[in-house]
DNA sequence: ATATATTGCTAACATTCGTTAGTTGTTTTA
DNA sequence: TAAAACAACTAACGAATGTTAGCAATATAT
């Protein structure tokens, strides 16, 4: 038996939901067009089905930006959680918080770009919750730069200051993805945590 | 003589077209909602008029948004051409050219904001162009830090990612105006100088 | 093998969008 | 002051958007 039209399913491996499928394919679009701009007609074109079948497995377009921006949040916060326990000094905190920072937005590109930047579309209560987290987060990184700056291992410089140049210098990875020529993951990393530490320490 | 129904026109001091009106609205409101989800009928409210009423100054919506990228990527372009012809070490170009993009970002927040973040809406040949005068403005900014690194003024750092990261980090200043504890102007500026040249110098 | 749950499809909806046409009111020019 | 230029208005258009309803095909469980 065979049929004139089939209707092929999204494809999916073992544990790697259908819905996990849309996010992913989401975050892309989401990243090289922006969030308004990116229609749900390309997004299912883009997942190979039609637009109305993604909503047997999302609840909206929102729905999609929300769970990128928070699942990006929440290891950030999972991350700083761990660092800071950690029995080491501060610059050595800033610098294992500044490699993670590099290794998201080196390996998970797209939804980090997406989490950075689009988040301004999300709505309420969602809109202020993440902010809420983010500010936080914020805040804890300066602590952590306080702390260094009382034991003289950093300059004496303004820690919020500090913090946002670190978080949006590391969102220049950005560039970095989408330039020509690229050097290496490792090479940027290194260069990134040269200038950026470089820029701290006290001597 | 009396109207029942005035036609209240668009203010304008002298030397201000009715068009800059417009053009300075919607800057403000690209950046605050992103050029898609901004819509003429938005701006319209925003300058005081109906939205059928802008067309009789502009020719369409991303006209404005090719006037917002240019004017700020031209006024780059020309003060990194009088900052190259100065006779100054490189590290002085690079305080130089990193000074005035603070300026621009604290002082023409909306317009660079919006050219930073929105010029990935122009349809060719403006994207295009645009593109390639940043990549050429990036070009010349790591020209010069390499020079800096021949004369041992400045680290063995990958020029173009040192580029990334200033430039990214001063798009940072975006936080620091929403922000609701800021700390001052000038203050902010010594700190930024302070971090990013300090992680840059050779010693 | 049959029943049920999934997942796809087509068609269509209500909105919103950028923009144009045509007109009226207001200012500037001759 | 009349004519011409300018800038506002109302109305509406066609296109695109997110989403729903209803049905068909496929996979899964009994």
Chains 1, 2 share one sequence.
Not at 6 to 14: F, G, H, Y
Not at 128 to 143: E, G, L, M, T
Request: include cysteine; charged fraction near 30%.
């Amino acid at each position: 038996m065979f049929y004139l039209r089939s209707m092929a399913r999204i494809k999916t491996d073992k544990n790697i939901s259908r819905k996990d499928v849309i996010v992913t394919k989401a975050a892309a679009l989401f990243r090289e067009k922006g969030f308004k701009a990116a229609s749900m007609r390309d997004l299912a074109e883009a997942v190979g089905v039609e637009a109305a079948s993604l909503y047997n497995h999302i609840k909206s377009k929102t729905e999609l930006l929300h769970e990128l921006c928070f699942s990006v949040a929440n290891r950030f916060t999972h991350k700083i959680d761990e660092i800071e326990a950690e029995p080491i000094n501060s610059i050595q905190k800033v610098e294992k918080l500044l490699r993670f920072h590099i290794h998201e937005m080196i390996n998970h590109y797209e939804e980090v770009y997406v989490s950075d930047r689009e988040w301004k579309h999300l709505a309420d209560p969602y809109l202020s919750n993440f902010q809420n987290q983010r500010r936080i987060y914020r805040k804890r990184f300066a602590a952590i730069i306080e702390a260094g700056i009382r034991n003289k291992e950093i300059k004496k410089i303004d820690a919020p200051t500090a913090v946002l140049i670190m978080l949006h210098a590391i969102s220049g990875i950005e560039s970095w993805h989408r330039s020509t020529q690229k050097i290496g993951a490792e090479e940027l990393e290194e260069n990134m945590i040269t200038i950026l530490v470089g820029g701290l320490v006290n001597r």
